[in-house]
């Protein structure tokens, strides 16, 4: 079975989840995220923390574990600091999904260029 799509099979999944993701075509982990109330000025948010913590964490691995040295400090610095480009990420993604949620990609794009018309009219 397909693991991908082996929740439409699976009994524990409700009904009604079911026939939405039949609807709109499919249960993304985006649109979950939106309805789970994440925005995506929280992903930001988590984006510019996960920044700070790590300069925290090499700061204080630096400090804490000195006979470590500078080599594990950076480590943990990095660690941490790689969560920030997933973050932003899915802000953007959000941010796209807030924006134009489950219409169809031609009806975004449509209106995309309505927007853009109003904002240059050309004569």
Same mark, same amino acid.
């Given at each position: 079975?397909?693991?991908?799509? /082996?929740? +439409?099979?699976? =009994? &524990?999944?409700?009904?009604? %989840? !079911?026939?939405?993701?039949?609807?709109?075509?499919?249960?993304?982990?985006?649109?979950?995220?939106? &309805?789970? *109330? %994440?925005?995506?000025?929280?992903? @930001?948010?988590?984006?510019?923390?996960? %920044?700070?913590?790590?300069?925290?964490? $090499?700061?204080?691995?630096?400090?804490? !574990?000195?006979?470590?040295?500078?080599? +594990?400090?950076?480590? $943990?610095? %990095?660690?941490?600091?790689? $969560?920030? =480009?997933?973050?932003?990420?899915? *802000?953007?993604?959000? +941010?796209? !999904?807030?924006? @134009?949620?489950?219409?169809? =990609?031609?009806? *975004?794009? !449509? &209106?995309?260029?309505? &927007? /853009?018309?109003?904002?240059? =009219?050309?004569?």
């Amino acid at each position: 079975m397909n693991p991908v799509t /082996a929740w +439409r099979t699976d =009994p &524990r999944v409700p009904v009604h %989840i !079911e026939k939405n993701a039949q609807v709109n075509g499919g249960l993304t982990m985006v649109r979950l995220m939106r &309805r789970a *109330g %994440i925005t995506s000025d929280t992903m @930001y948010i988590a984006g510019i923390a996960s %920044i700070l913590a790590s300069f925290a964490s $090499w700061a204080m691995s630096l400090k804490a !574990e000195e006979h470590a040295g500078l080599d +594990r400090a950076d480590r $943990w610095g %990095i660690f941490i600091g790689e $969560w920030a =480009p997933t973050f932003f990420a899915l *802000g953007v993604a959000l +941010r796209m !999904e807030e924006e @134009y949620g489950e219409e169809r =990609p031609h009806e *975004g794009a !449509e &209106r995309m260029k309505q &927007r /853009a018309r109003e904002a240059m =009219p050309v004569s």
